[in-house]
């Protein structure tokens, strides 16, 4: 059983026709077929809750982190993964309502990048709130139904409720400073990678033309941003220049290198001067290629090659001739690599040296090997390509676990200037929002006369969860702490009143600068139910037959 999404974006469960074919045998079947389809339905909810549960304490700036060993008995703390995304799909969960959750949360993750702990919370808590529902005898139909009018006043509150967060291309300094939650220099390259890809007239983000690369050493401090690919090589000789300007580069997937004599057959040289000799053509010969590939020119007027990229080594003599003949070149550049480098610099991909003309030369502004922060390791960086707008984030930190870590959250910043370059409404964070709306839904669910009333209800009460567990998860009284906001919200007026985890002080969350894109906070609310919906109209779970032994 999967989750998909069809053209408008809405959720269905597709069951996998081989996975139709045997049902629960033995105690669990027996078990299983005894228990009515309802309260089987009631089963589903509350394992779902119970996956949910997990995520709970990870809510928020002040979440627990969590232990996850994966299956070869490697340990991460969830420290370096701690968004829900991510922890549910470590955590090995076995039944089958449990992985639409985890599915759920890797569709917020996809759609928006951010907010994946908080959709499978509030999921968890629709779903708790469900089987209560479902106790009393209320049809998982209407429960389903009531849940979905309470969504749409809620998204549609929220939307009254938002602010236009408004930043320039010239001021960006607002943008760094909402994503800048961890770390000031993290929010700056973030926002500076979506700017430099950014297509502005249709307000939208490539996202695959940031590429994000990392390298354990450092620290987090010598994360940079750079605006064209690197390379994890280095020039092959030392003595070759480092910093080119107006680059002309051949990529070869050919050896280049003075001819070598096949192994199978045998050499005889019978004196020093006839090796000499051999030696001195070999010379001549690959001085001869150098040149070749340095005279090539399309017009007279422009130079051939200055920069040979290579995908095989060059040994010692083959590098100092280069050296000599003022060849700089890269050697070992993997596959991968090289494509990227002939689309990014127009270049034509070179499998045999024979075939090595002007017009297969691609060309880049700048090539300069670079050492990263304070390490000695270098590489190669290669701007100014006239192919492409990509940039690279190429992250630094001193093991593994902070790599990844800091590659999750420039993810998450990255993704949040995206949208706000999207659709720049804002609501307040800090379970401002849900406050807001479970107040808003609950008003509108006393005007309804028929049962999903108590769905409506239910609904307000679900999105409370999101707050208490914020407190709850900052030390604070959970209950006590979020009926003292929810009554300042109604006595103010202002719905931008939220949970101070920080103890900053206040819970005002404009003034904390909490805040989260509209369209992440709805398309949660929307995945959330959508979800339970999907859960609520399941009435039988058909394993799969190989499971059953
Ligand atoms: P997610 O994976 O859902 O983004 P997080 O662990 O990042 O989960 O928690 C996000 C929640 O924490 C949101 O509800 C957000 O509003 C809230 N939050 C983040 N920072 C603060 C803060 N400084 N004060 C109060 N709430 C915060």
New binding site residues.
């Given amino acids: 059983m999967s989750l998909a999404f069809d053209e408008y974006g809405r959720p269905f469960i597709i069951i996998k026709e081989g996975e139709a074919k045997g049902r629960l045998k033995g105690l669990e079947a027996q078990k299983a077929n005894i228990l009515a389809a309802k309260a089987r339905r009631t089963l589903h909810a509350r394992r779902g809750a119970a996956v949910c549960n997990i995520l709970k304490t990870?809510?928020?700036?002040k979440?627990m982190d969590k232990m996850l060993q994966s299956p070869d008995g490697d340990m991460t703390s969830s420290g370096a993964v701690?968004?829900?995304a991510t922890i549910l799909e470590q955590m090995k969960v076995e039944h089958q309502i449990g992985k639409l959750l985890v599915e759920l949360s890797k569709s917020q993750d996809d759609e928006i990048g951010?907010?994946?702990?908080?959709?499978v919370v509030l999921a968890g808590a629709l779903l708790e709130k469900a089987e209560a529902l479902l106790d009393r005898g209320i049809h998982p139909m209407r429960v389903a139904e009531g849940f979905d009018r309470a969504c749409a006043i809620a998204v549609e509150h929220l939307a009254s409720i938002s602010d236009t967060f408004s930043y320039s291309l010239d001021n960006t300094e607002a943008l760094v400073e909402i994503v800048n939650?961890a770390h000031r220099k993290m929010g700056q390259i973030a926002v500076d990678a979506v700017m430099a890809v950014a297509d502005f007239e249709r307000k939208d983000v490539n996202l695959d033309l940031i590429k994000m690369d990392g390298k354990v050493g450092g620290s987090l401090e010598d994360t940079t941003l750079v605006r064209g690919i690197v390379i994890d090589k280095d020039m092959a000789h030392p003595q070759m220049p480092k910093d080119l300007k107006d680059v002309k580069l051949c990529v070869l997937t050919c050896p280049f290198e003075p001819p070598k004599p096949k192994t199978k057959h045998k050499l005889e040289l019978e004196s020093v001067a006839a090796f000499e000799e051999m030696q001195a053509k070999e010379k001549d010969y690959f001085t001869q290629m150098i040149r070749q590939a340095r005279a090539l020119s399309a017009t007279p007027r422009d130079a051939g090659a200055n920069l040979v990229i290579c995908q095989w080594g060059f040994d010692d003599e083959a590098n100092h001739l280069l050296m000599q003949n003022e060849l700089p070149a890269i050697r070992w550049v993997g596959g991968v690599e090289l494509e990227l480098i002939a689309i990014a610099t127009d270049a034509r991909i070179v499998p045999r040296f024979a075939e090595l003309t002007a017009d297969k030369l691609g060309s880049a502004g700048h090539v300069h090997e670079e050492a990263f922060g304070t390490t000695k390791d270098r590489m190669i960086v290669i701007e100014g390509c006239p192919n492409s707008r990509a940039v690279t984030v190429f992250c630094r930190g001193g093991n593994r676990m902070v790599l990844d870590e800091a590659k999750r959250s420039l993810h998450?910043a990255i993704c949040v200037v995206r949208n706000l370059i999207r659709d720049n409404r804002i609501v307040y964070?800090?379970?401002a929002s849900e406050i807001a709306c479970s107040l808003k839904v609950s008003e509108a669910a006393d005007q309804v006369g028929t049962i999903e009333q108590y769905a409506m209800r239910a609904f307000a009460d679900a999105l409370e969860q999101?707050p208490c567990a914020?407190a709850e998860n900052s030390g604070l009284q959970p209950i006590e702490t979020v009926a003292s906001v929810k009554a300042d919200q109604v006595s103010s007026g202002r719905s931008y009143l939220?949970?101070?985890?920080?103890q900053a002080g206040t819970n005002d969350?404009k003034e904390?600068k909490?805040f989260?894109t509209l369209i992440g906070k709805q398309q949660q609310l929307m995945l959330a139910t959508q979800v339970v919906r999907m859960i609520l109209k399941i009435d039988d779970v058909i394993e799969p037959a190989a499971f059953n032994g």
């Fill in positions: 990870s809510l928020g700036p979440g701690r968004v829900g951010d907010g994946t702990t908080g959709v939650r998450d964070g800090g379970g999101t914020l939220g949970i101070d985890c920080n969350m904390q909490v989260e």
